[in-house]
T-cell receptor, first 115, second 114 residues
Framework: DAKTTQPPSMDCAEGRAANLPCNHSTISGNEYVYWYRQIHSQGPQYIIHGLKNNETNEMASLIITEDRKSSTLILPHATLRDTAVYYCIVRPGPYSSSNTGKLIFGQGTTLQVKP | DSGVTQTPKHLITATGQRVTLRCSPRSGDLSVYWYQQSLDQGLQFLIQYYNGEERAKGNILERFSAQQFPDLHSELNLSSLELGDSALYFC?????????????FGPGTRLTVL
């Protein structure tokens, strides 16, 4: 599984966009980028995932560079409730021959949203 | 609410004891995963079951075992507990076996070994 690199911490002002970067330079062609977050010892929460096209859902947007070696998770209007640890994970996609979906978590980015 | 339930929420026990953690996956999900989160190790994958069968193993100690029952709920058994086993234990479920299936996590069980 490809390794990811994230900054250990970031701050964001409430109401502003939070842009969380992730490097995954060894990602292979059939691997997806997934983002989860964990709010204060709660169970990790799925946010979004993508392969190569930009993706958007009700929670966030995911921008993946053309070479797929990095990505950015965007929370468009951060609130205090978005304060959490954000994990970027690379894993096989739905058509992969891998028969396990285990998630390998790194240290993530602690996002602190400030009033 | 992810739809994954875990019991109990908290568990306090003594060294050398044995405990069982229970997980009910989301309705229709066939895969169950167990993860351990300790302060020094972060979130680590322990084991995966799919439709009753073990599918993948991670950093799971021999003192730990798991199973998935015909109704698809799963139990994680921890025995000969040590202080270092104190951690949050999360269960997650996904629809199938495919590597790309999204996993949904339960609220976790906090285990404290005294």
């Amino acid at each position: 599984d490809a390794k990811t690199t994230q900054p250990p911490s970031m701050d964001c002002a409430e109401g502003r966009a939070a842009n969380l970067p992730c490097n995954h330079s060894t990602i292979s062609g059939n691997e997806y980028v997934y983002w989860y977050r964990q709010i204060h010892s709660q169970g990790p929460q799925y946010i979004i995932h993508g392969l190569k096209n930009n993706e958007t859902n009700e929670m966030a947007s995911l921008i993946i560079t053309e070479d797929r070696k990095s990505s950015t998770l965007i929370l468009p209007h951060a609130t205090l409730r978005d304060t959490a640890v954000y994990y970027c994970i690379v894993r096989p996609g739905p058509y992969s021959s891998s028969n396990t979906g285990k998630l390998i978590f790194g240290q993530g980015t602690t996002l602190q949203v400030k009033p | 609410d992810s739809g994954v339930t875990q019991t109990p929420k908290h568990l306090i026990t003594a060294t050398g004891q044995r405990v069982t953690l229970r997980c009910s996956p989301r309705s229709g999900d066939l895969s169950v995963y167990w993860y351990q989160q300790s302060l020094d190790q972060g979130l680590q994958f322990l084991i995966q079951y799919y439709n009753g069968e073990e599918r993948a193993k991670g950093n799971i100690l021999e003192r730990f075992s798991a199973q998935q029952f015909p109704d698809l709920h799963s139990e994680l058994n921890l025995s000969s507990l040590e202080l270092g086993d104190s951690a949050l234990y999360f269960c997650a479920s996904s629809a199938g076996l495919a590597g790309g299936d999204t996993q949904y996590f339960g609220p976790g069980t906090r285990l404290t070994v005294l």
